[in-house]
């Protein structure tokens, strides 16, 4: 992701010249000393990129998935969160009909809605 504009700048340049069918003099000299006009060539990251540290990690595979895949940012409290809560989504199914239920999320987002005279918080 940290080249990603660098690398996708360097595709589609590629792929404008083999759309524009006009060639280069050079284009047909020895294919050998010229291995990016065969498609041989591609972008190459450079090897000093840092590695994400487990926050950004997750923070960039919620942005761009809309999920969690590595881990999750509560699965660090998980011990804590047994202590205070009574469900979790595993086991939510199992729960009845105005049982007390005490869960752990992590908030997105808050919203106030009016509606007639009474106010409802969305939370996602």
């Not at 069918?21 to 050998?32: G, R």
């Not at 761009?64 to 939510?92: E, W």
Request: charged share 30%.
């Amino acid at each position: 992701m940290e080249h990603f504009e660098e690398a996708m700048d360097e595709a589609q340049r590629s792929q404008k010249e083999k759309l524009s069918n006009q060639s280069s003099f050079f284009d047909h000299s020895i294919p050998a000393l010229h291995p990016e006009k065969n498609g041989l060539k591609s972008y190459q990251i450079p090897d000093d990129v840092p590695e994400w540290d487990h926050k950004k990690l997750l923070s960039i595979e919620r942005e761009a998935l809309g999920f969690y895949i590595t881990g999750h940012p509560l699965l660090r409290f998980a011990d804590r969160l047994k202590l205070v809560t009574n469900a979790n989504s595993s086991n939510l199914n199992t729960k009845r009909d105005k049982d007390n239920v005490i869960i752990a999320g992590v908030v997105n987002g808050i919203s106030e809605k009016k509606e007639q005279e009474e106010m409802t918080l969305c939370v996602t």
